[in-house]
């Protein structure tokens, strides 16, 4: 039976090295929508974005977890807003993020987007339900 006592790991180059912004937080625009109301509203928030230094193992071990880091909220606060042109008897109004620090960890489905091809923070479901 193989026995490996430690995995090694290839290390890509440091995020210089290819020019690619670290985890930090950046002012994005982001699309607000509501269930109900017909339009999405757009805001200037903050969001983190950025590069994590990933590794690869060379030695596969079965049955060993493997987790890519990726950037994360830190701290956040939230904002409310109201949307405006909802009917009457819908409330207007909803509540967004606002990143005040990132770091690179594991991703939380709870509060992020954990997909490899996710939606942008700028999508609007309403956009493609009224497209005629």
Do not use: W
Request: proline share 9%; hydrophobic share 30%.
């Amino acid at each position: 039976s193989l026995h490996l006592s430690a995995a090694y790991f290839h290390h890509l180059p440091s995020s210089g090295a290819f020019q690619l912004p670290s985890c930090q937080p950046i002012k994005h625009m982001v699309s607000l929508e509501k269930r109900g109301c017909p339009r999405c509203h757009s805001v200037e928030t903050t969001i983190c974005s950025g590069h994590c230094p990933t590794k690869d193992p060379v030695a596969k071990v079965l049955f060993h977890k493997l987790f890519q880091h990726v950037c994360v909220y830190g701290e956040v606060y939230y904002k409310t807003f109201q949307i405006p042109d909802c009917p009457p008897g819908i409330d207007p109004t909803v509540v967004y993020p606002v990143a005040l620090s990132c770091h690179c960890g594991r991703c939380n489905m709870n509060t992020s987007d954990c997909t490899s091809h996710s939606l942008r923070p700028d999508f609007c479901l309403n956009d493609i339900l009224n497209y005629s």
